[in-house]
């Protein structure tokens, strides 16, 4: 398997597993300061990951002061999230760019010394 399919496989599923997790927290939340039953609680979760808002009403101040924190880290985990996934697309693209870094700089100057 080429090294950028292996990366972007390993990119994929670290970003599912973030997403996974995130939605655990947010379900456990939901069902523990709100009272909600787990499928209205992974409903809720949901609905805030994915940046749409919550499908029931707050009733309890720990519940709303979890679901504020919840939202602002669901977008922080968003951003990260699609980091994830594109960063080896994107890390691709450079490469195809032959956008140097400093490192290969390096390696072309050892080479040209090495050459002469």
């Known amino acids: 398997m080429p090294a950028f399919l292996l990366r972007l496989a390993w990119s994929a599923l670290f970003a599912l597993s973030s997403i996974?997790?995130?939605l655990g927290i947010g379900m456990l939340g939901y069902h523990?300061?709100?009272?909600l039953p787990w499928i209205d609680a992974y409903a809720d979760a949901s609905m805030i990951l994915s940046g749409m808002g919550p499908l029931h009403q707050l009733t309890t101040t720990p519940g709303k002061i979890f679901a504020g924190t919840y939202a602002l880290f669901s977008g922080l985990a968003?951003?990260?999230?699609?980091g994830l996934l594109?960063?080896?697309i994107i890390h691709r693209f450079f490469h195809k760019l032959h956008l140097a870094d400093e490192e290969d700089?390096?390696?072309n100057a050892k080479k040209n010394r090495n050459s002469s």
């Open 86 to 88: 594109f960063g080896p």
């Open 32 to 35: 523990h300061f709100e009272s």
């Open 78 to 82: 968003f951003i990260t999230i699609t």
């Open 105 to 107: 700089g390096q390696r």
């Open 20 to 22: 996974a997790i995130s």
